[in-house]
């Protein structure tokens, strides 16, 4: 789920499958294997031509991972965060 909202949100839908082939074998990734992947897979697709990072992408990607670790940080509609 996580991987497939990240490509959703920088517009690339062939990561998870990517990601499925790539760990087909392994019954459990370990996290660095799995950061490893995103890098090359997804993050190294972020840049443009000119190695500079399309900041719009990220916001994207600031979302995702909000959105999953919200629930940590926030009771109801205060945050927790200061």
Do not use: P
């Amino acid at each position: 789920m996580l991987t497939q909202n990240l490509a959703t949100r920088v517009g690339l839908t062939d990561v998870e499958n990517q990601l499925n082939e790539q760990f087909e074998s392994v019954d459990n990734i370990e996290f660095d294997d799995y950061a490893g992947f995103l890098a090359g897979a997804l993050f190294d697709r972020l840049t443009g031509n000119g190695g500079s990072v399309q900041w719009d992408t990220l916001d994207g990607v600031d979302e995702v991972c909000w959105f999953i670790c919200a629930r940590m940080h926030c009771v109801g509609q205060q945050r927790l965060l200061k």
